[in-house]
DNA sequence: GTAATATATGAACAGTTATTCATATATTGA
DNA sequence: TCAATATATGAATAACTGTTCATATATTAC
């Protein structure tokens, strides 16, 4: 390593990009959310949840796996503010929590062309 | 589990969520996605190509870790069509790969309060 | 209060992943 | 061709993560 041909301009760049580089913990907070959507488990249960609120049964019924397994993703989608819960008698509902999640969705999938 | 207090209504929105979810290779590819930025490493790199295009000696400077590191992230991040990269002499030239990503990051981090 | 139902959670194990180290490849200049 | 520079990569290891199993909590009906 040392220098390349455009060091002036990529110098430039990479003061530019310290200087605005956000903090730390800003830093995790978005790979966070981002680690909550990236396992093909947990993002079955937002794809699924794009069909409106539901309680934990019929995610497991829509998405498969074990239940224990689902309430597991359910609790890091939830600490990502991917989705909300409200209690309903002996159910917890599930909803995504707001108009971010499906957007970000829609981009990805326009991404790799995948048709939702 | 078994049966919850809106039966009907769930059991709908789990039926269109099993036929609406797509395969199981498209959930891979947009689960890849997000993986490839859900570690706080990778995401500085890209937050820093947003300042413009970036031969690898200057994205060490600009996010620090080691070239080695850095070049396997960087890698990642190309197979997952974040970023592109152009050969110019000696350097490899990395930049954002289209317009997506930026509306991705900026979209998320409104999402959890974080300037950029 | 007790039984039944729905959901959550802690611990453990298996599988995955990020980094490091050493080395390989590719380009340039002499 | 040889040396120097820039970047990439394979293997190994340490850290992390998803799932399972067993169990806990919360709500409802009796």
Do not use: W
Not at 21 to 28: L, R, Y
Not at 31 to 49: G, N
Not at 58 to 79: C, F, K, N, P
Request: net charge neutral; with cysteine; aromatic share 4%.
């Amino acid at each position: 390593m040392g220098t390349c041909g455009h060091e002036e301009l990529h110098h430039l760049a990479a003061e530019a990009a310290k200087a605005n580089m956000p903090n730390e913990e800003d830093v995790g907070r978005v790979a966070a959310v981002f680690k909550a959507v990236s396992e093909p488990s947990r993002l079955k249960i937002l794809f699924a949840l794009r069909q409106g609120e539901m309680c934990v049964y019929h995610i497991v019924e829509a998405v498969g796996g074990t239940q224990s397994a689902v309430s597991h993703q359910l609790r890091m989608l939830r600490e990502g503010r991917m989705i909300k819960a409200r209690r309903d008698g002996q159910n917890i509902v599930y909803s995504l929590a707001d108009e971010h999640v499906l957007a970000v969705l829609e981009l990805v999938c326009t991404h790799v062309k995948c048709k939702i």
